[in-house]
């Protein structure tokens, strides 16, 4: 069985860094694209940033120059580096396993972690 553990969450002040890691059972992080997400509340979990299995990256536009998404296969985990932080990144944040195809990532619905919460307010 899959499992996808986040990490890293935290209250920063605007302007911060936190860096969010996910740990991934098996070769999961090597095999498959992964993608970051986060949900806020009252809104729908919505793509952050993906990653393919050859490091071609995708950002969403609110977060490009400020975030970047790695892997370290070895490590099966995959980073989202968070730098300039702003009060409307405040959310949670889950890591998935899925596909991505044609400049589109695709989620597969079994591979998410539990979330990682991330605040910024002063």
């Known amino acids: 069985q899959v499992q996808l553990v986040e990490s890293g969450g935290g209250l920063v002040q605007p302007g911060g860094s936190l860096r969010l890691s996910c740990a991934a059972s098996?070769?999961?992080?090597?095999?498959?694209?992964m993608g970051w997400y986060r949900q806020a509340p009252g809104k729908q979990r919505a793509l952050v940033a993906a990653?393919?299995?050859?490091?071609?990256?995708n950002y969403a536009d609110s977060v490009k120059g400020r975030f970047t998404i790695s892997r370290d296969n070895a490590k099966n985990t995959v980073y989202l580096q968070m730098n300039s932080l702003k009060p409307e990144d405040t959310a949670v944040y889950y890591c998935?396993?899925?596909?991505?195809?044609?400049?589109?990532?695709?989620?597969?619905?079994?591979?998410w972690g539990q979330g990682t919460q991330v605040t910024v307010s002063s």
């Open positions: 998935n396993a899925g596909s991505y195809y044609s400049g589109t990532y695709y989620p597969r619905n079994a591979y």
């Open positions: 098996g070769s999961i992080v090597s095999n498959y694209a």
């Open positions: 990653i393919t299995s050859g490091g071609s990256t």
